[in-house]
């Protein structure tokens, strides 16, 4: 979101750090997946999550690009509507962790 408002590199930069901050995903899924399978499937579900992530790094810069040259450029501003559109994919993400997302580890009963 930062990125489509930065009017100089400075901001761009922050925006690019704090980008790459919040990269926790990956490690997010691995995760998840260590806690919900088997030792037996593990294997299998750890190579989807790559999968999967590269599937998103090729076809998310596709869409952005696709979405960007059906923009009228003939407006200033033509490119905040590919930058809005992922940031407000960014927040749906964010919504379904939050409120979504169940905790993976079984409950331990305290004696």
């Known amino acids: 979101m930062a ?3 930065s009017n100089n590199f400075a901001l761009f930069v922050l925006a690019r750090f704090v980008g790459g901050i919040s990269k926790g995903n990956i490690s997010l899924c691995m995760s998840i997946i260590t806690d919900v399978s088997s030792v037996k499937t593990r294997a299998f579900g750890m190579a989807l ?3 999967a992530f590269s599937v998103g790094f090729i076809a998310g810069p596709t869409i952005g ?3 960007a ?3 009228n450029k003939s407006v200033e501003s033509w490119y905040l509507a590919p930058s809005l559109c992922a940031f407000t994919f960014a927040i749906c993400d964010l ?3 939050a ?4 905790e993976t580890l079984p409950k331990v009963s305290s004696r």
């Open 49 to 51: 999550v790559g999968v």
């Open 65 to 67: 690009a696709l979405f």
């Open 69 to 71: 040259r059906s923009l």
């Open 3 to 5: 990125t489509s408002f």
């Open 95 to 97: 919504g379904i962790i």
């Open 99 to 102: 409120f979504g997302l169940k």
